[in-house]
């Protein structure tokens, strides 16, 4: 699945659990909830590759500077690199963002679901 796709799908999945039938209605919570892991879970497994493709890319870059025809302090390095991958950085830090909070989203869905079953059986 491409990176957009699961974006995308995850970014409906949680539009959905704000809509007025996730209020009150356990089975299309749970169908909400059920897309928001899939697609969160699918942007996390890009997410895991773009890192790992990053500290590469920061690596060769890093001995690159270290090595050069005007060698650079470990210090020097470190800090250009931070601009040199601002971008690839930024994206990885809000897809991030979005993930942690689709988790908590999808945490507090599934005690919502099972408050309402408690509500209809008349555990509460």
């Not at 539009?15 to 009150?24: F, H, I």
């Not at 299309?28 to 590759?49: D, R």
Request: proline letters at 2%; charged letters at 25%; hydrophobic letters at 40%.
């Amino acid at each position: 699945m491409l990176l957009a796709t699961a974006v995308n799908g995850m970014l409906e999945a949680r539009n959905g659990l704000r809509e007025t039938e996730a209020v009150s209605n356990p089975t299309y919570i749970s169908e909400q909830t059920q897309k928001l892991a899939q697609f969160t879970g699918a942007v996390e497994e890009a997410l895991a590759e773009d890192e790992a493709d990053l500290v590469k890319k920061e690596a060769a870059k890093f001995k690159e500077y270290m090595s050069g025809d005007k060698p650079k302090s470990a210090n020097m390095a470190s800090n250009l690199l931070k601009f040199d991958f601002t971008d690839e950085r930024a994206e990885i830090v809000k897809l991030t963002r979005l993930c942690n909070s689709s988790w908590k989203i999808i945490s507090v869905a599934q005690s919502r679901v099972k408050h309402l079953i408690a509500e209809a059986t008349n555990q509460i």
